[in-house]
Nanobody, 124 residues
Framework: QVQLVESGGGLVQAGDSLRLSCLVS??????????VGWFRQAPGKEREFVAIITLGDDSTYYTDSVKGRFTVSRDNAKNTVYLQMNSLKPEDTAVYYC???????????????WGQGTQVTVSS
C-alpha cells in the first residue's frame, strides 16, 4: 500500500505564497515511478484538477487559472512532491489533495492513491 500525506496549508492573505508538500510513503520503490497530481475542492464545488507532474520525464501541466502562479516539482530523495503557490487569490481557497498513480497520464481523477487533503484559505 502507498500512503500520501499533504502538508503546508494554512491561512494567508491575497498575494502571499504557500508551498504544499505531498509525502509518498509505503510500498513504493521510488516516487519517480509515479505520476502525481494536485487537485482542489472549494466549498460547494466539485473537486478540480490543478497540476500534474508525470513519471519518468517530469512533464508538468496546469489548469489555466493557476498557470504562471503555481509550480509543481518533485524531490526524489525525499519522496516528496511540492506545489509552490504564488500570488494567491481568494478563489484559490480550497482543500488541496495530492494523488498518485503508476500510469503516465491518468484520466481525470482516476488515480489509485489519494491523500487526505490540506486546507488553504486565502483572505482578501
Amino acid at each position: 500500500q502507498v500512503q500520501l500525506v499533504e502538508s503546508g496549508g494554512g491561512l494567508v492573505q491575497a498575494g502571499d505564497s504557500l508551498r504544499l508538500s505531498c509525502l509518498v510513503s509505503g510500498r513504493t520503490r521510488s516516487i519517480q515511478l509515479y505520476t502525481v497530481g494536485w487537485f482542489r475542492q472549494a466549498p460547494g464545488k466539485e473537486r478540480e484538477f490543478v497540476a500534474i507532474i508525470t513519471l519518468g520525464d517530469d512533464s508538468t501541466y496546469y489548469t489555466d487559472s493557476v498557470k504562471g502562479r503555481f509550480t509543481v516539482s518533485r524531490d526524489n530523495a525525499k519522496n516528496t512532491v511540492y506545489l509552490q503557490m504564488n500570488s494567491l487569490k481568494p478563489e484559490d481557497t480550497a482543500v488541496y489533495y495530492c494523488a498518485a498513480d503508476q500510469r503516465y497520464r491518468p484520466l481525470g481523477e482516476d488515480y489509485t492513491y489519494w491523500g487526505q487533503g490540506t486546507q488553504v484559505t486565502v483572505s482578501s
